[in-house]
C-alpha cells in the first residue's frame, strides 16, 4: 500500500520569499512517481512537477522545484519568489509502478496562503 | 492544447435519483482515471480504464458503474443518490498507463445530493 503524509495543514509566506510544502511517502514499489497537484478555491487540479524514483536530479519548473530525498523518503516542494497568485491548496500525489497502482494517492494537502 | 472536458460542470440531483458524468480525455490519451473529492478531503480513487477495458478499482461504491466508449471517452454513473455523495468528481487521462506519464485533470463535475 502506498501512503503519503503532508505534516503542514496550513502555511503563510510573504509575497516574494521562498516556500517548502513537505511531503513524504511510504511504499513498497521499487518504482513510483511523485507529483503535486495546485488545487485553487476554485477546484481544478493543476499539475506542477513530476519526480520519478530512478531520476538522478531533481525536477525543477520553472519556479517550482522538487527536492527528493530517496533514502528519507521525501519529496517536498520548493516555490521561489511566491506570488499571490500562488495561494491555494497543494497536494503531493505518489503512483506506483505496475498493474493496479498506477491510479494517485493523494496526500491530506497543504493550504497555501501568500500574503502580500 | 486541447484538455480534459467533463460535463456537466454542476449538477444537483436529489436522494435516490441517478446521475451520469461525462469524461473526454485529452486526443490520444488511452487510459482515464475517475476520482471523487468530498469537501474539504483529498481526491479518492474510484476506477481507472486502459483501453476501453476497467484497470483497477478503489473505493467505488457498487451503486455507481462506469465504462470506457470506443472513442476513449467514459461516463460514470451513478444510483440512488445519497447525500454523502456530493463531491467534486475529477476525470484524468493519461498517454499510458505508467512511466513519467503525469495525469492530466479536468475541471471537475461538483454534484450536490439534496
Known amino acids: 500500500a502506498q501512503k503519503i503524509t503532508q505534516t503542514q495543514p496550513g502555511m503563510f509566506v510573504q509575497e516574494k520569499e521562498a516556500v517548502t510544502l513537505d511531503c513524504t511517502y511510504d511504499?513498497?514499489?521499487?518504482?513510483?512517481?511523485l507529483f503535486w497537484y495546485k488545487q485553487p478555491s476554485s477546484g481544478e487540479m493543476i499539475f506542477l512537477i513530476y519526480?520519478?524514483?530512478?531520476?538522478?536530479q531533481n525536477a525543477t519548473e520553472g519556479r517550482y522545484s522538487l527536492n527528493f530525498q530517496k533514502a528519507r523518503k521525501s519529496a517536498n516542494l520548493v516555490i521561489s519568489a511566491s506570488q499571490l497568485g500562488d495561494s491555494a491548496m497543494y497536494f503531493c500525489a505518489m503512483r506506483g509502478s505496475g498493474g493496479s497502482n498506477y491510479k494517485l494517492t493523494f496526500g491530506k494537502g497543504t493550504l497555501l496562503t501568500v500574503n502580500p | 492544447a486541447a484538455g480534459v472536458i467533463q460535463s456537466p460542470r454542476h449538477l444537483i440531483k436529489e436522494k435516490r435519483e441517478t446521475a451520469t458524468l461525462k469524461c473526454y480525455p485529452i486526443p490520444r490519451h488511452d487510459t482515464v482515471y475517475w476520482y471523487q473529492q468530498g469537501p474539504g478531503q483529498d481526491p479518492q480513487f474510484l476506477i481507472s480504464f486502459y483501453e476501453k477495458m476497467q484497470s483497477d478499482k478503489g473505493s467505488i461504491p457498487d451503486r455507481f458503474s462506469a465504462q470506457q466508449f470506443s472513442d476513449y471517452h467514459s461516463e460514470l454513473n451513478m444510483s440512488s443518490l445519497e447525500l454523502g455523495d456530493s463531491a467534486l468528481y475529477f476525470c484524468?487521462?493519461?498517454?499510458?498507463?505508467?512511466?513519467?506519464?503525469?495525469?492530466?485533470f479536468g475541471p471537475g463535475t461538483r454534484l450536490t445530493v439534496l
Open positions: 519526480q520519478g524514483s530512478y531520476d538522478q
Open positions: 511504499t513498497s514499489d521499487p518504482s513510483y512517481g
Open positions: 484524468a487521462s493519461s498517454l499510458g498507463a505508467g512511466g513519467p506519464y503525469e495525469q492530466f
